[in-house]
C-alpha cells in the first residue's frame, strides 16, 4: 500500500481504489463506509453502483475501475476556483499537457486526448482525488444534463450553450491567466507596475467554425457526419478566417483533408505575417540635377 493512503473496498469486499485519510474519517463519520481493517486500515464502502461515492458537494472519491472499465467519451468538469492543468502520456516518452479553464463548463476530453493516455493517467487521477477535488468525472447523461439547463437559461438550443462554451474555453486556453500570473511575479522582481493584457478581436474563434466543428464531432454517428468535402465546401464560404480559426480547425476539423487544408492555412497565414512585418529597405532617390536659370 502507498504511504498515508487507504484501501477501499466495496460491499463485495473488491478493491475499488485508494484515498487520502481525510476522505475515509469523512465517508466513516457519514456512515458511507465503515472500518474493515485497522492494521494495514482498510474501510468498506456501501455503495459501488454509483460512478462516484459523494461526500458533499465539493468532495468525492472516484471508481476508476468501474468508470474505466469500457471505452468510451470521457466528460470532465473543472470543480476548483482556478485554471488546472493535467499532464498525459500520449506516446512514448512524449507527453501532452490539458489545460481546464476557470469553468464550470465541463469538456468531453476524449476530444483533444486518446482515451487510453487519459485512463493511465496519474496526474488527471491526483487531480479527481485531492482534497478538495480539482475535477470532476461525469457521465454523458450528466454532461448533456448540464448543457440542456444552460440551453433553457439562456434561451439557446443545447448544441449552441455548447458552441458557446468551447468558444469561452478556447478564448481563456489563448489568454491563460497563468501568464498573467508571470508576468506579475516578474513586474514585482522588476518593481514594474504589469502591463494589461488585452485580448485581440482576431484571437477569438468564429462563432460557425466552432459550429461546423460540432457537426463532425467523434460522438457523432458516421451517418449523420457532415462530409469532408461539405465541410471544406462551408470553410470556403466563410470568407477570410484568422490564424486561430485555422489553428482551431486543424485541431478539431475531424477528417484528415480537412485537417491538411487547415495545416496548410496556417503556415500561410504565419508566412504573410512575416513579409509583412519584415524591414523595408529605404528607397534611395535619384538626384536630379537642377534646371538651369533661363
Given amino acids: 500500500m502507498r504511504t498515508l493512503e487507504v484501501i477501499v473496498l466495496d460491499s463485495e469486499r473488491q478493491f475499488v481504489d485508494y484515498i487520502h485519510p481525510a476522505f475515509a474519517r469523512k465517508l466513516i463519520k457519514e456512515q458511507a463506509a465503515s472500518v474493515y ?11 459501488r453502483n454509483s460512478l462516484l461515492i459523494k461526500k458533499d458537494s465539493t468532495i468525492m472519491i472516484s471508481n476508476f475501475t468501474e468508470y474505466f472499465k469500457t471505452e468510451k467519451d470521457v466528460y470532465v468538469q473543472n470543480v476548483s476556483n482556478c485554471q488546472v492543468s493535467v499532464s498525459f502520456e500520449v506516446g512514448p516518452g512524449h507527453s501532452e499537457s490539458y489545460l481546464f479553464t476557470n469553468s464550470r463548463d465541463p469538456v468531453n476530453l476524449t476530444r483533444q486526448i486518446p482515451y487510453q493516455a487519459i ?18 468525472l461525469m457521465d454523458e447523461p450528466d454532461f448533456n444534463a448540464y448543457y440542456k439547463k444552460a440551453a433553457t437559461s439562456n434561451g439557446l438550443s443545447v448544441e449552441e450553450a455548447m458552441v458557446q462554451a468551447e ?7 489563448n489568454h491563460t491567466p497563468l501568464s498573467d500570473a508571470i508576468a506579475e511575479e516578474k513586474a514585482k522582481e522588476e518593481n514594474v507596475k504589469p502591463k494589461q493584457i488585452v485580448v485581440a478581436e482576431q484571437d477569438e474563434i468564429n462563432s460557425r467554425v466552432l459550429h461546423l466543428c460540432l457537426q463532425v464531432h467523434p460522438s457523432v454517428p458516421d451517418q449523420s457526419k457532415m462530409s469532408a468535402q461539405q465541410l471544406l465546401a462551408e470553410l470556403d464560404g466563410l470568407g477570410r478566417l484568422t490564424l486561430s480559426d485555422w489553428e482551431y480547425i486543424q485541431s478539431h ?3 484528415k483533408s ?10 500561410q497565414l504565419i508566412s504573410s505575417d512575416g513579409e509583412e512585418e519584415a524591414p523595408k529597405k529605404p528607397v534611395k532617390k535619384a538626384k536630379v540635377a537642377a534646371a538651369p536659370a533661363e
Fill in 119 to 136: 485512463k493511465n493517467s496519474m496526474d488527471l487521477r491526483k487531480m479527481l482525488n485531492r482534497v478538495p477535488p480539482a475535477l470532476k
Fill in 37 to 47: 481493517s485497522r492494521e494495514p486500515f482498510v474501510i468498506q464502502v456501501k455503495d
Fill in 167 to 173: 468558444s469561452r474555453r478556447a478564448q481563456a486556453a
Fill in 258 to 267: 480537412v485537417k491538411n487544408q487547415a495545416k496548410k492555412m496556417v503556415a
Fill in 253 to 255: 476539423g475531424f477528417y
